[in-house]
């Protein structure tokens, strides 16, 4: 009952973050706003968080997590190819094709008040977000491969998403991570570019 309870008030705290910095963006991102907003008091923030950057990151890494959800969707919908690190990488190619990833990364332009991509605080925030996706993906793969060597899953899985995260930063350069009909065109350009050179 206690670790339900203090599920639900994490799962708060992160909520109120994501829609504060949504709504208003890292200036209205304070303790006491997500305090307000998730209904408890700022003691019970840091008891879960010991800074806002750390609430900033759960949250970052958060919207990365349609990565992995969309990997479970899409992997759930296909059976698994024949053992081996080329399944591997067809099923994380399909998720990079069937993902909206620009929302989430420009949220991530947004919430961290980025100027640009050579932040060093927002670098490390982006860095940390999708390490943390890169693990979190890196299971999903090797549970639905258990047969393959986990080094080969490991391999795959980073080489492509850490190629993921040196698109993020050509896009960011480009189209200042907006959300727009122009820089998710030029996300599309970019992720064939990849699949290109990588010949998939």
Not at 11 to 36: E, F, H, K, Q, Y
Not at 82 to 92: L, Y
Not at 165 to 193: K, N
Request: proline share 5%; aromatic share 6%.
């Amino acid at each position: 009952m206690r670790d339900a309870q203090k599920a639900r008030t994490h799962r708060a705290i992160i909520d109120a973050a994501l829609a504060i910095t949504s709504r208003s963006g890292p200036g209205g991102l304070t303790v006491g706003a997500v305090a307000d907003l998730a209904g408890v008091s700022r003691r019970t923030v840091f008891n879960h968080f010991a800074t806002l950057d750390e609430i900033v990151l759960a949250a970052c890494t958060e919207v990365l997590d349609v990565v992995v959800d969309g990997f479970l969707a899409a992997t759930s919908a296909h059976p698994p190819g024949e053992p081996g690190p080329a399944a591997v990488a067809a099923d994380v190619v399909r998720v990079l094709r069937s993902t909206d990833l620009v929302g989430p990364m420009s949220y991530l332009t947004h919430a961290l008040g980025a100027r640009d991509e050579r932040d060093p605080r927002v670098q490390a925030f982006v860095q940390t977000a999708f390490g943390r996706c890169i693990a979190d993906l890196r299971a999903a793969a090797a549970a639905r491969y258990p047969t393959v060597d986990p080094l080969e899953v490991d391999l795959v899985v980073t080489a492509l998403l850490s190629d993921v995260l040196v698109l993020h930063g050509h896009w960011w350069a480009r189209t200042g991570g907006a959300d727009t009909p122009a820089s998710r065109l030029h996300w599309d350009h970019l992720l064939d570019r990849l699949l290109t050179t990588l010949r998939f």
